[in-house]
Every structure is written in structure tokens, then in C-alpha cells.
């Protein structure tokens, strides 16, 4: 199963934002409250994973601008023991 990481507004007011850096590749195990992101909008936020599992596809190029809500990347969730 996967899941999304999306541009998250990091205030109030915040319509769009930069992603600066990605801080995780392609493959890299993720867990929820990790940093994956460095993002710019009227200063340095850093986005946080909300979900255990694997980065599988990124979808927005380090340096590019998108509107809140837009997904950054593809996170292959980790299965839960039991489920």
C-alpha cells in the first residue's frame, strides 16, 4: 500500500513553497516524524514524514515551487506484524 507525503503549510497563511533540499532518496527508509525535506517559505520549515515505510517515487524536483497540498513524494507504507 502507499501514501503520499504532500507540501504541507507550515503557517496559516502559506498558499505555495520551495523544496530547497530533500533530505531522504529513493529507497531510503522513512519513519513518521523523520525530516525529509528542507522547505522555503517566508523562511526555513522542515517537512516531516507522516508515515513508516520506503521513499518509492519523488514527484517534485529539488528547487521547484507548488501549491500546498501537492504531493512531494511516493511512500511505500511499511506492512504492520499481524495485520
Given amino acids: 500500500m502507499e501514501d503520499y507525503i504532500l507540501?504541507?503549510?507550515m503557517y496559516p497563511t502559506m498558499t505555495s513553497g520551495k523544496v530547497e533540499k530533500?533530505?531522504?532518496?529513493?529507497?531510503d527508509k522513512v519513519a513518521?516524524?523523520?525530516a525529509v525535506a528542507e522547505i522555503v517559505?517566508?523562511?526555513y520549515f522542515t517537512l516531516?514524514?507522516?508515515?513508516?515505510?520506503r521513499i518509492k517515487e519523488f514527484y517534485?524536483?529539488?528547487?521547484e515551487y507548488v501549491e500546498v497540498d501537492t504531493p512531494l513524494m511516493e511512500v511505500e507504507l511499511e506492512e504492520k506484524e499481524g495485520a
Fill in 7 to 9: 507540501m504541507a503549510a
Fill in 22 to 27: 530533500y533530505l531522504v532518496r529513493q529507497g
Fill in 32 to 34: 513518521k516524524g523523520m
Fill in 41 to 43: 517559505a517566508e523562511g
Fill in 48 to 53: 516531516l514524514s507522516e508515515f513508516d515505510g
Fill in 60 to 63: 517534485v524536483s529539488e528547487g
